[in-house]
């Protein structure tokens, strides 16, 4: 397949978990910037990307659905990326659907949380908004809150109130969710290999023990692009990968507002054609299981 890598970009959010841009709109920005192949991660959701699919027209760039699920064992923390799993299959319908009753718990327990430790008001219609989202999380509360002046801003918010909380919540095996991913017939990859769950800093040990634990649960591959990783980070993740028959992935973690990435920012350089051999054999096989469901 024809493609320019830094046309490519394999992990980024919509209005259907924490990002600012509805699915549609995510959908015309890459037709505005011409993406080559371009994939929507949710976290734990995937509404967004039955979304555009339905709305996909001829010469639009190649679309590959995905979400982005958590998951914890007594190891640490992890982010999963399942790739071209099918819509229909019960093991993702039944993990999406697990995932967004826990959202909704947890989304209570921290609005209970907040009034009764702090005090803060929301009305009956704001909490009502917030129900009406397809998965709300920290942004959305953070967001509202600064908005009552609750907090300085988001981060505040989160970081010096919301993370407070500590209610029960779904504890997922990341052999569980590769399994749930691995049913439905999809490809599931290692979301921000150095950063864990998004706020760690794993050592190459570290990194070379979770490839071989993830690895026999059935992991197919590492995001060694990533936004926010330097050229000696991604080398380090690209040799382990090779290590381990690991497809490389690359993905921005764009989130529109929410964070300061755009779409495509994947650490990868114009016409890098190192790059671009690295992530062929995902996109390959990523779009080969889509067609093939087609026909």
Do not use: W
């Not at 989304?107 to 008001?121: H, K, N, P, T, V």
């Not at 970081?159 to 569980?176: A, D, M, Q, T, V």
């Not at 991913?181 to 023990?209: C, F, K, M, S």
Request: charge should be negative; include cysteine.
């Amino acid at each position: 397949m024809n493609f320019a890598p830094h046309k490519v970009d394999l992990h980024i959010h919509t209005t259907v978990s924490d990002g600012t841009d509805s699915p549609l709109m995510l959908l015309t920005k890459a037709r505005r910037m011409r993406m080559d192949v371009f994939s929507v991660t949710d976290h734990d959701a995937i509404g967004g990307c039955q979304e555009i699919v339905k709305s996909m027209q001829e010469g639009d760039p190649a679309f590959i659905q995905g979400a982005e699920f958590s998951a914890r064992d007594s190891k640490g923390r992890y982010h999963i990326l399942a790739y071209a799993y099918d819509f229909n299959a019960p093991s993702i319908i039944e993990l999406a659907k697990l995932y967004h009753n826990n959202r909704m718990s947890k989304l209570d327990g921290r609005i209970a949380f907040l009034e009764q430790e702090y005090g803060f008001y929301f009305s009956q219609d704001e909490k009502d908004m917030l129900h009406s989202l397809s998965n709300p999380g920290k942004p959305h509360l953070g967001n509202l809150m600064t908005e009552h002046g609750y907090a300085l801003d988001r981060n505040d918010a989160i970081s010096n109130y919301i993370n407070h909380y500590h209610g029960p919540e779904l504890k997922l095996r990341p052999e569980e969710v590769i399994t749930a991913i691995l049913d439905a017939g999809g490809i599931p990859v290692l979301a921000h290999p150095i950063y864990g769950d998004g706020g760690q800093n794993l050592t190459e040990e570290q990194l070379r023990d979770r490839a071989d634990r993830l690895g026999e649960m059935g992991l197919m591959g590492f995001e060694c692009y990533y936004s926010g990783f330097n050229f000696f980070q991604q080398e380090m993740l690209i040799e382990i990968a090779r290590e381990h028959g690991f497809y490389v992935s690359a993905g921005s973690d764009c989130h529109g507002m929410n964070k300061r990435i755009s779409i495509g920012e994947t650490g990868i350089i114009e016409d890098d054609q190192d790059a671009a051999a690295n992530i062929r054999p995902l996109l390959e096989d990523a779009i080969g299981r889509i067609e093939a469901r087609k026909s």
